[in-house]
């Protein structure tokens, strides 16, 4: 397979299992604060990813049964047409009076989507040469923002303009549409001989990088996911329109694919950990700016130069973290250990954002943006000491 063919179809997987989840992480608040819910109702919504933090228990299975032929094509698939499904069957339900149902079927869909994030990181792995995964993630964190546009601003602006009902339907054909490409695709067939198992999720932390990469994972993504699901209820707050909001959060996330792409170039010149401590810094100087942003007093553009660096410094993150999650993939157990490094990430995060609604609703969104500036800045200092000290060199555990 070509080189550009490679991107578009992991362009097109990546924004369709992005979807999902994003409608339920970002339209999804906008619309149940319209509707009156409070901030802690709110929050609960992040709880709803929590499969994608913990794929990591299931991504052996992925690797284990698929054949020796389109392994990774048939997981992909197969999750595409139940999610389509799943979406028509939400679409019977109301908002107002069925959201504990409604929470357990887009619990299930982010299970759906976190087993086909499992299959496609693989696929990736397998599809991708060493030469080509730095811009290949670049592509994949594209991908993902696109995902974000359309399940966030898209589905908002076409529940607004329709229905529920319509919302979902036309989601779920987008995702069918978007998984199109990866039918004629060709996949190399599976050569290596290890089945994979729970074990491999143990002793892929054993491997030299990848432990030391949780302490500055998980403080960062708790950060950012945190801030990213509060600054939607803070629009409303602060007296933005609906239709504005639904522009913004089309326009801010696309800020991201550059970022991503320029990120996937700048990896191979001057390294992950630099990249990393970059878009670290660019995250605690915008959860600063929403602290400030969040009084009553502050300019309307200080909330969407802060919407912007959100998105700029996901896409600079997630760029690196996927590039070093590819490089340590072990033959065989290519879903198991990229999943199990991004996992811990996803894990962290996710909580976090279940719990921030709960934070700013008793201390206030000021207090909530600080405390995410502080966790982003921690990264930095953990990079900054431990270099320093001649340990755990973090320069040296991906090559440029």
């Not at 499904?85 to 759906?112: E, R, V, W």
């Not at 504005?244 to 010149?269: D, E, H, N, Y």
């Not at 810094?281 to 942003?293: D, H, K």
């Not at 921030?356 to 900054?384: E, W």
Request: hydrophobic share 55%; charged share 10%.
């Amino acid at each position: 397979m070509k080189e550009a063919n490679k991107f578009l179809v992991l362009a097109c997987l990546y924004t369709a299992q992005t979807i999902p989840g994003h409608f339920a992480t970002n339209a999804m608040p906008v619309i149940m604060r319209s509707a009156g819910f409070s901030l802690e109702a709110i929050g609960l919504t992040g709880l709803v990813s929590l499969p994608w933090a913990l794929k990591f228990l299931w991504a052996p299975l992925v690797d284990r049964f698929g054949g020796k032929t389109r392994h990774y094509g048939k997981w992909i698939i197969t999750c595409q047409v139940l999610f389509a499904l799943l979406s028509l069957a939400a679409s019977y339900f109301s908002l107002g009076s069925d959201l504990q149902t409604l929470l357990a079927l887009m619990t299930i869909s982010y299970a759906l989507a976190a087993t086909q994030d499992v299959a496609v990181d693989a696929f990736a792995v397998r599809v991708l040469s060493p030469h080509e995964r730095a811009m290949g993630n670049g592509v994949q964190t594209a991908g993902n923002l696109a995902g974000i546009v359309l399940g966030s601003s898209g589905a908002l602006a076409l529940y607004y303009l329709t229905s529920w009902q319509s919302t979902l339907v036309v989601m779920g054909i987008v995702i069918l549409l978007l998984g199109l490409p990866v039918i004629p695709a060709a996949e190399p067939a599976k050569t290596s001989p290890h089945k994979a198992g729970w074990g491999d999720l143990l002793s892929f932390f054993k491997m030299p990088g990848a432990v030391r990469w949780i302490p500055v994972m998980l403080p960062v993504f708790a950060g950012i996911f945190s801030a990213m699901a509060m600054c939607k209820p803070l629009l409303l707050d602060l007296g933005f329109q609906w239709q504005t909001i639904s522009r913004l959060l089309g326009l801010m996330p696309l800020l991201g694919v550059p970022a991503a792409v320029l990120s996937g170039i700048c990896i191979k010149r001057w390294g992950a950990a630099k990249i990393f401590m970059l878009g670290a810094l660019i995250a605690v100087l915008t959860c600063l700016n929403l602290a400030a942003a969040s009084f009553p007093a502050s300019s309307r553009a200080m909330v969407v130069w802060a919407l912007a660096g959100i998105y700029i410094s996901f896409a600079i993150i997630s760029t690196v973290l996927n590039t070093v999650a590819m490089s340590l993939a072990r033959l065989g157990r290519e879903g198991t250990d990229f999943t199990a490094f991004l996992s811990l990430a996803f894990l962290g995060g996710m909580i976090a954002m279940g719990l921030s609604g709960m934070i700013a609703q008793r201390f206030g969104y000021a207090f909530l943006f600080a405390m995410c500036a502080g966790l982003c800045l921690l990264p930095v200092v953990v990079f900054t000491c431990l270099n320093r000290k001649g340990r755990a060199s973090y320069h040296k555990l991906m090559p440029g």
